[in-house]
């Protein structure tokens, strides 16, 4: 079944505690399908050029530190709908307002350390999965 694609990150804070396997299990229970996956060390320029959106606001500086602090995991994946249906199953950015039982609420730890990332549209999404992976990796 085609759909459309969305882009995640297991961010650092998840991946050292341990969760990574289980989030991936909660993603798959979801209905995503992963469609190409690795670990990645980012530098602080990556980071930095990943979240340039955000560059200039005052959590900026935080942000990249915190995601070139140890690995991520990064994800794209397949389902209808799936930016909004995977914005939704994560739930908000600030795990102390995600609904029961999204991946946030489960895993998160505060507004930064929010245990994964999810693109908030399908451009977002285009431009991410193809920040880490070649075309020929997403199939
Ligand atoms: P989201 O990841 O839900 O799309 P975002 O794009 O607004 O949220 O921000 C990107 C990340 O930056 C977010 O996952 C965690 C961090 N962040 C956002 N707002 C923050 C804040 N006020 N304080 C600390 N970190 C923040
Ligand atoms: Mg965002």
Partial sequence: ?????????????????????????KIEEGGFRIVTMKKVCLTREMAGHF???????????????????GPIVAVVLE??????????????TDPAKAAEGTIRKLYGKNMGENAVHGSDSDESAER???FFFAFTERS
Avoid: C, W
Wanted: charged fraction near 20%.
């Fill in 51 to 69: 979240y340039e959106m955000h560059a200039g606001k005052p959590f900026y500086e935080e942000l990249t530190a915190f995601m070139s602090s």
């Fill in 1 to 25: 079944m085609a759909g459309k694609i969305t882009f995640t990150m297991i961010k650092p804070s998840a991946f050292s505690a341990g969760y990574t396997g289980k989030i991936l299990a």
């Fill in 79 to 92: 389902k209808e709908n799936a930016v909004e249906d995977f914005r939704q199953y994560i739930g908000a």
């Fill in 128 to 130: 991410e999965a193809g």
